[in-house]
Nanobody, 121 residues
């Protein structure tokens, strides 16, 4: 059974950078479509970006375009979310999720526990 673990969150000043990792066990991530989500307090969860099983990357939500980049390292069985030029409104719990189909739409069956990102001076 696929298990996902996110890491790399923390406290960072506005304008700083973080790289989140989503590491898998019980399966290889290049057999899954992986999507990064985030949920801020009092807000609905939103999908940020997605890398399909085939390796193609879908678009990013407007609020992170040009600042966030999703990538996958098959050798490390890890998907990354590089976050640059962070803003206070990026503060949220960040989750990665996986599904076996080659589609970023619909529900995702496997979720990590989340990692907290706080952007504050």
């Amino acid at each position: 059974q696929l298990q996902l673990v996110e890491s790399g969150g923390g406290l960072v000043q506005p304008g700083g950078s973080l790289r989140l990792s989503c590491t898998a066990s019980g399966g290889t991530l290049d057999s899954y479509t992986i999507r990064w989500f985030r949920q801020a307090p009092g807000k609905e969860r939103e999908g940020i970006s997605c890398i399909r099983r085939s390796g193609s990357v879908t678009g990013y939500i407007d609020s992170v375009k040009g600042r966030f980049t999703i990538s996958r390292d098959n050798a490390k069985n890890t998907v990354y979310l590089q976050m640059n030029s962070l803003k206070p409104e990026d503060t949220a719990v960040y989750y990665c999720a996986a599904k076996s189909s080659d589609s970023c739409l619909g529900s995702f069956g496997s979720w990590g526990q989340g990692t907290q990102v706080t952007v504050s001076s």
